[in-house]
Nanobody
Framework: VQLQASGGGLVQAGDSLRLSCVASGRTSSRYYIGWFRQAPGKERESLARINWSSGSTYYADSVKGRFTIARDSAKNTVYLQMNSLKPEDTAVYYC????????????WGQGTQVTVSS
């Protein structure tokens, strides 16, 4: 499966952004799609994931209540709605896919930059 992430940009603190991750190629319902981010000098952080088949979700504590992950099966797209953005949310955001029976994310999108100014 190939992933294309988009939707990043420059916003002010308190603003919202919605990131999109479009899946193509050998898509399957037995996947998790996850969103990650990596800020300069920091390790990559897992933010949220969604089971493509069931729609069940998981959120990291750092974004719980502010970020929402959702899927649109008809568009083969997973979204990350980000509200109440903070300067510390500044990072490159990536989407990735892994089979629901595995633990390793095998396919990664190219990343989209999110910059939040104070």
């Amino acid at each position: 499966v190939q992933l294309q992430a988009s939707g990043g940009g420059l916003v002010q603190a308190g603003d919202s952004l919605r990131l999109s991750c479009v899946a193509s190629g050998r898509t399957s319902s037995r996947y998790y799609i996850g969103w990650f981010r990596q800020a300069p000098g920091k390790e990559r952080e897992s933010l949220a994931r969604i089971n493509w088949s069931s729609g069940s979700t998981y959120y990291a504590d750092s974004v719980k209540g502010r970020f929402t992950i959702a899927r649109d099966s008809a568009k083969n797209t997973v979204y990350l709605q980000m509200n109440s953005l903070k300067p510390e949310d500044t990072a490159v955001y990536y989407c990735a896919a892994r089979p629901d029976y595995g633990a390793v994310y095998e396919s990664w999108g190219q990343g989209t930059q999110v910059t939040v100014s104070s």
